[in-house]
């Protein structure tokens, strides 16, 4: 047997106000474009969409920068008050340097900037956070999605993260919902009959990555479906119930991290 | 215009030996299950089959350790001659704690173990080390492909790589050829219009992790080809004729990483 995934963009999105109901935005695109959404599929959403629609963007001319934004943005392209509202949104300064600002957000996402960014936002001088529960704002549309078509589909929340050492960004998840995001292959046996002892995937995060090859940043297509991967069930992210579900399954925690 | 991509995972390869031709493996493979390989699509190849086809291979039993693999191994799951071979592929410890070695290899990849590993190795004792010039690899496959078929391919050696701060592995590209592995929006506009400042996505990143959803750990199928993707020239990678080309664009220089 062939394995075989789609990845097919969505096009013909709205621009996104706050309020407006992305499921049904989502399954009337689907449905102009001739694309069924079926029992199984993935659907990736990138994180802008999202923020607009729950009406997580800021208007610069409303922010006070304090002295340290001011000082922070000295010599950069950055406005002073675009830094006040990054250092806002974080809970925890990781690396600080040339105007970089890498920090942990209140979610536990470490990343640029703090997820603020004004791509993709219309309007001068407007900023877009990251949604507040990026996790609830995936179950929002997955249930939204299973109201409309009776069907029952994984969704992730996609933002694009910058990584250490390497160059480039790429997409991650930061909300899923529907799906384990995790795979876990210790105590499986690989081709050569061996014990894996270690191997976690990230699947999500592989899956968002993927996506992003059809989104693209200029292209207008803010929503991907994924048919065809085999994903696991959203409860075995928690075999002993007190694990975290969702993309917060994919923040490493503290005692387990070698990079804080 | 609706953006579509396929993956399609090629099954059938037989175990590979030192010295086999991965290339003509691979066409004979595809074509026992009746999948083309077209112009312009994208063969994503797991490290582990380009390092047994090299000889990239090592037997335990030829390993003295060292006194600090003797140490490094004390409490830990692992041989003290893998801990030696470890440390033998490293040219930097990045960090090193309760066993795990994250380090930085002589290609300049930041990972765990140097990407030594025995999963998917037959042979008790036996350990896979990466590619001498994964680049290279990449190279002398598309240029088997080229010659047998007639057809321009893209080429991508993927190994499995952990991330600080995040939860499970995903997939990276550690050899390229044929493509630009990076996509550069610096100066483009965005769907609102706006000049996109700092957006480089790493585009052979997302496409290695696209590959692993077909490809697995367990299911002995180590090669995916990616279709509807249309990539960069890989000689954009140099627009002044002093950058890295393949996956060595994929490597941070020291002077800008934050992360050092």
């Known amino acids: 047997m062939t394995p075989e995934i789609q990845v097919i963009g969505i096009p013909g999105m709205p621009e996104i106000k706050v309020g407006d109901d992305?499921?049904?935005?989502?399954?009337?695109?689907?449905?102009?474009?001739?694309?069924?959404?079926?029992?199984?599929?993935?659907?990736?959403?990138?994180?802008?969409?999202?923020?607009?629609?729950?009406?997580?963007?800021?208007?610069?001319?409303?922010?006070?920068?304090s002295t340290i934004a001011l000082?922070?943005?000295e010599g950069t392209h950055r406005d002073p008050r675009h830094t006040e509202v990054i250092l806002r949104e974080s809970k925890r300064?990781?690396?600080?340097?040339?105007?970089?600002?890498?920090?942990?957000?209140?979610?536990?996402f470490n990343c640029a900037n703090a997820g603020v960014d004004a791509s993709n936002v219309p309007g001068e001088g407007t900023l877009a956070l990251l949604p507040v529960d990026p996790d609830a704002s995936a179950e929002g549309i997955r249930n939204g999605i299973k109201e409309r078509l009776g069907k029952d589909v994984a969704v992730i929340?996609?933002?694009?993260?910058?990584?250490?050492?390497?160059?480039?960004?790429?997409?991650?998840?930061?909300?899923?919902?529907?799906m384990n995001p995790l795979l876990d292959y210790r105590g499986r046996e690989?081709?050569?009959?061996?014990?894996?002892?270690?191997?976690?995937?990230?699947?999500?995060?592989?899956?968002?990555?993927?996506?992003?090859?059809?989104?693209g940043k200029v292209r207008g297509v803010p929503v991907a479906l994924i048919r065809g991967y085999a994903y696991g069930p959203a409860d075995a992210s928690e075999p002993q119930g007190d694990l975290p579900k969702g993309a917060r399954a994919l923040i490493r925690p503290p005692e387990r991290d070698m990079f804080r």
């Open 93 to 108: 300064i990781v690396r600080m340097d040339r105007g970089n600002i890498i920090s942990e957000t209140h979610h536990g």
């Open 71 to 73: 000082q922070l943005s």
């Open 157 to 178: 929340i996609s933002d694009t993260f910058g990584r250490p050492w390497r160059e480039g960004a790429v997409n991650v998840a930061i909300g899923v919902a529907g």
């Open 22 to 65: 992305l499921a049904g935005l989502i399954v009337e695109a689907a449905e102009r474009h001739s694309i069924p959404i079926e029992e199984g599929d993935i659907l990736v959403v990138t994180q802008k969409i999202v923020s607009k629609a729950e009406g997580q963007v800021i208007q610069m001319e409303d922010i006070e920068p």
């Open 190 to 215: 690989d081709a050569s009959g061996k014990l894996l002892r270690s191997t976690v995937i990230a699947v999500a995060d592989e899956l968002a990555a993927t996506a992003e090859l059809v989104t």
